[in-house]
Every structure is written in C-alpha cells, then in structure tokens.
C-alpha cells in the first residue's frame, strides 16, 4: 500500500527502506528492488520536467542549463533529442543576440554621425551668435545709449544724461563730455552766485581741467556770503 500510495522520489525512497528494513519477509526484496527503480525513474522525471521548463525560455543561459541536465540523465526518454534541440536553440540565440548587438552598434555609430553633423553645423552659428553678441554689448547698445545722452544734453535733461554717461564708463569720451558738461554747468551757476549747487557740481566733475579749484573757489564764496 505504501508503494503503490509513492508519488515522487522522496516517497520512493521512503519505501524501498521500509522494505529493507523488514528483509526476508515475503517480496520485501523484490519491493525495495522495485521502489529504488521507481525513485530513480521520478529522478530522472523530475530532471527532465526542469529541463524542458528551461528549453522554452529565449535566455542563452536557461538553455544551456536545460542542455546540462538534458546531458546529465542522457539516454532517458526523449532526453538526446532534446538535448540536440537545445544546442540547435542556443546557436539560434547567440545569432540573434549579435545579430541585435550588431543593429545596436549601427544604430549608435548613425546617432552618433548625426550628432557630428549637427555639431558641425550649429557650431559656427553658435560662434556667430556669440560674436554678434559681444558686438551688440561693446559697441551698438553703449553707442545708442550715447547717442541718446547726447541728445538729453541737447534737451537739458541732465539728470537722465549724467546717468547714462556715467553707466557707459569709458566708452569713447563719455567721461570727458560728462566732466565738461559738469564743469561748464558748474561755471554758470558760480557766476550766477550760486554758491552751492556751483560746489555740489565743481564736486560731481571730479578731475575735469580746474574743476577742484573751482570747487574751492565756491566754498570760499559760500562762507563769505554768510
């Protein structure tokens, strides 16, 4: 009842020492015997169950697993044709696996001459636009801003005039107009009498010609007007 109850290795094997354990009675031999072939032929089985579950797989490495085990228990079954199934599948594999490595290399050496080209191509606008920048920040938009301050000069609007010159620093001779104007704003207000707004401005056109005597000039007149 036990044998025949035996499923898988393990029970096999369970029986066939339950058979040898009461030796000599009846079959007792005949079944351990019996119970050791059929825990072989579910080893085996069992081998073969794993080895076609692998075989179906599209992984190189789980065939040649399958390949393995179809090896280790060769002979049995349908083992041998299964095994010549696997290496036909593995060679299959590997051929498809270089056959996309090879597409994928393509496919990088294209992106890549795409993005030499495009490289090549941006490269001197980038360049051109970097330059035409430059220009536009040196050149056009401080000679602009000068000419507008000299026209707010023009137009007596000194106070946008100063500033703009002032920002523009060193551009070609925005510091001279700058400290003329002061100083020539500074001179009438000193012959107007007007002391103070005279010094403030003699003070605002700093190294311009006399302007720091001037400056002076003013200061004394303030304190003899008090």
Known sequence: RYLNAAKIETEYLKAKELFESI?????????????AEYAETARKDSILNDANNKKGSSSVSQVEEALNLYEYIKGWKDADASADECKAKIEELKAEEARKAEENRIAA????????????????IVIVLIALAIIYTTIISPAISYNEALKCLENND??????????????????????????????????EKKYQEAYDMFVAAGNYSDAAEKANESYYNLGKVY
């Open 109 to 124: 050496e294209i992106r890549k001459k795409k993005l030499k080209k495009a490289a090549i191509i941006t490269t001197p």
């Open 23 to 35: 030796h000599g009675y009846k079959d007792s031999a005949e079944k351990s015997t019996a119970s």
């Open 158 to 191: 000194y106070d946008t005039a100063y500033a703009m010159l002032e920002e523009l620093g060193t551009f070609k001779d925005s510091t001279e107009i700058l400290g003329k104007s002061r100083y020539d704003r500074a001179t009438s207000l000193l012959e």
